[in-house]
């Protein structure tokens, strides 16, 4: 089932691929599909927890592999803006980052990210997982990220939003209702 899921995350990278000679900018393309995969990957490894909540559908296996293949789309997009379109070249980079400041956000969404597949596995999950409520902080800042990128919002930004903050709200019911029956 993982293989499967991970064969199927991939599938965009693959329909890129096969876009890419025909495309009139191929890497304003595949900044495209790679920040729109690792955004929608990263609001995806969300589901698992409310599932299990709401519906008693146990996910949470899955969500691990979704969370590193998010990572796996963010990793793809920074390597776009270093290998292809700076060519490597620190001072362009430097010197892009001053002209979008943008870029600064989708860095500490990057960082925030880097962190958290790196501290995914069984020994340091388990003595840090309460930071990985920092995805939350990281999905707002990619569509931060995102939005003064393209300086208009789209179908695909509302409709991640709208999801984004409907497991919020509910998580934060959860915890709400936690803390109610658990006080003393
Ligand atoms: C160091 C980190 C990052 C850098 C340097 C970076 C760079 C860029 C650049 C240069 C663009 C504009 C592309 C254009 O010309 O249209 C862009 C757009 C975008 N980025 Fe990032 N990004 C970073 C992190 C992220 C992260 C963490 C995410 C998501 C998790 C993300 C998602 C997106 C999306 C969705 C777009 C809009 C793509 C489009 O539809 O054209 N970025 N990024």
Known sequence: MKALLVLFALLPLGFAYYKLESA?????????????????????????????????????????????????????????FIVLDSEFDFITIFEKSLKKPFIYIGAIAFIILLFMALTSFKKLFAKLSKYHKAVYLALALALLHSFWAQKVAGVFEYSVVAVGVVLLVERIFHLKNNLLYNAP
């Open 24 to 80: 009139i900018d191929p890497i304003k393309m595949l900044y495209n599909y790679t920040g729109v995969g690792a955004i929608s990957l990263l609001l995806l490894s969300l589901v698992p927890s409310t599932c299990k909540r709401v519906c008693g559908q146990n996910l949470l296996r899955y969500r691990k592999t979704i969370g590193l293949l998010a990572f796996a789309y963010t990793l793809l997009h920074v390597s776009v």
